[in-house]
């Protein structure tokens, strides 16, 4: 069985570089292997997440350093 969300902290990881240098402090949806957006508030992020996809998990994180 795999980790709930573990492909998505990867692709945070793997982005986390350009994330800080573009949208530092913001709150990035992701899921899969899709960065769908990023968001002023965390509560923008929640938002958009159950719209476009639905009551399924999914991964926001604030955008800081690991």
């Given at each position: 069985m795999?980790?709930?969300?573990?492909?998505?902290f990867?692709?945070?990881?793997?982005n986390?570089?350009?994330?800080?240098?573009s949208?530092p402090?913001?709150y990035v949806?992701?899921k899969?292997?899709?960065?769908?957006?990023?968001y002023d508030?965390q509560?923008d992020a929640i938002?958009?997440?159950?719209t476009r996809?639905?009551?399924?998990?999914f991964?926001?994180?604030?955008i800081?350093?690991?």
């Amino acid at each position: 069985m795999t980790e709930p969300l573990l492909e998505e902290f990867r692709v945070f990881q793997q982005n986390v570089r350009e994330l800080l240098a573009s949208h530092p402090g913001k709150y990035v949806l992701i899921k899969g292997q899709r960065i769908i957006g990023t968001y002023d508030k965390q509560y923008d992020a929640i938002s958009e997440a159950y719209t476009r996809l639905g009551n399924v998990p999914f991964f926001i994180k604030r955008i800081v350093s690991l």
